[in-house]
């Protein structure tokens, strides 16, 4: 691309918007890009109506309106005893995505290292380099995506700003163990790095707990939570995130945020702030269903003959090809023929390392799809083995 500058060579247009199109231009079902095909509680949606219908379509206030700063900081507490003050300490955004890159570009210096692990979630290289800093990543490695821990010390050099960090993670489905969390408290603390959190996930998982880093001894002073209503909600257009973080941390990133989008979403923070005060009963309905579509499409995968990699977490599955295609095509080539050979869509993770040779055989699966959907897609890919 000739206009485009240095830092986003390379940055083409994203795995998700392709395969989607592919899907589109093929009629396969998609089960590549992560958006629910049925929309989230009634109550969430009605509220962001009312909000249009009671005039709520203006700018609201730069760091998001105060019924959902307060909500948000409830459900902290609600969920895992953590205080922030809705003044000062909670910042609403863009989705996670926007506070991922307002987190990025207000903390690193150019020429700062961020340490992540691979796969990585797609938005984080290109928001590393809009920020003028480098990547340093520390494998996660199948059947159980765990990393060495001599290798996250070492991916830890002088340079290092921050580390960036996503559990339950997109797209292996790990949920990082208390034993892993507190490793890397450890390393923050030993070397006085920021830690950045991306816990979209949260609500979604199945084996472990999620732990916020925040949460560990030392750490609230120096992480900034991000998290978003798109996963939990099941409303992914909506664009409503957070991030939660001690003062001197947030005014950095609102700061950032400022300029990039200012405001967004008016009636659907108000909405994301009823959701957030939901029962229980919601939030444990939405992960027992998700529960039963990971079974469905774990066990519709193996008999499909893929080897499976379940998740402890998230709404992604990730499996190694080469039981059905041996070592004669990687996961890219393979998810570019499947429409046409299954009619199904899937993702290659092979694109979310920087090492592609770790990934080159992995292609992961979505399964926030309706049970039928799952189930057609199944046996549609049962010809792979056929
Ligand atoms: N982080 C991860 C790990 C994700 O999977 C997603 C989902 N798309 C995001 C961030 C972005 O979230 P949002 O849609 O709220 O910007
Ligand atoms: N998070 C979604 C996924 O991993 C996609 C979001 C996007 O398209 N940017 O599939």
């Not at 991306?198 to 001894?217: K, N």
């Not at 390392?353 to 549609?380: P, S």
Request: with cysteine.
């Amino acid at each position: 691309m000739p206009h485009l500058n240095s830092r986003l060579q390379g940055f083409g247009t994203t795995i998700f918007a392709q395969m989607s199109a592919l899907a589109v231009q093929t009629g396969a079902i998609n089960l590549g890009q992560g958006f629910p095909d049925s929309d989230g509680p009634t109550e969430v949606s009605e509220a962001a109506i009312d909000a249009i219908r009671a005039g709520h379509n203006q700018y609201p206030p730069g760091p998001g309106i105060p019924e959902l700063r307060q909500a948000i900081s409830r459900h902290q507490k609600r969920f895992y005893g953590l205080d922030f003050d809705t003044e000062r300490e909670v910042l609403v955004t863009a989705g996670a995505t926007e506070a991922l890159a307002a987190a990025l570009i207000a903390l690193c210096e150019i020429g700062d290292e961020v340490v992540t692990f691979e796969p990585w979630y797609d938005s984080y290289g290109a928001g590393i380099s809009m920020a003028g800093a480098f990547k340093r990543v520390v494998t996660l490695r199948p059947p159980d995506y765990s990393f060495d821990p001599v290798e996250l010390r070492r991916a830890i050099t002088a340079k290092t700003r921050l580390i960036l960090l996503n559990t339950p993670h997109n797209p292996t489905g790990k949920v990082f163990s208390r034993e892993e969390l507190e490793l890397i408290a450890e390393l923050c603390i030993e070397h006085d790095l920021i830690a950045v959190t991306d816990e979209v996930y949260e609500h979604l998982t199945f084996d472990g707990e999620h732990i916020p880093l925040a949460s560990l001894p030392g750490m609230a002073e120096r992480t900034v939570t991000i998290s978003s209503g798109g996963k939990t909600f099941s409303f992914t257009g909506w664009k409503i995130g957070w991030a939660c973080a001690p003062a001197p941390l947030l005014d950095a990133v609102r700061t950032a945020k400022q300029f990039l989008t200012y405001v967004n979403g008016a009636p659907f923070q108000y909405a994301i702030a009823v959701g957030l005060d939901l029962p229980d009963s919601f939030f444990t309905e939405f992960h027992d269903d998700m529960a039963a579509k990971r079974r469905r499409l774990c066990d519709g995968l193996a008999a499909a003959g893929f080897e499976v990699f379940e998740p402890q977490g998230t709404y992604f599955v990730n499996t190694d090809i080469r039981p059905l295609v041996g070592d004669d095509m990687d996961g890219v080539e393979f998810c570019l023929a499947l429409p046409e050979r299954a009619g199904v869509v899937a993702v290659p993770a092979q694109v979310f390392y920087d090492n592609t040779h770790e990934g080159q055989h992995l292609v992961r699966f979505t399964f926030c799809k309706q049970l039928d959907v799952i189930d057609a897609a199944c046996e549609r890919l049962a010809v792979l083995s056929s």
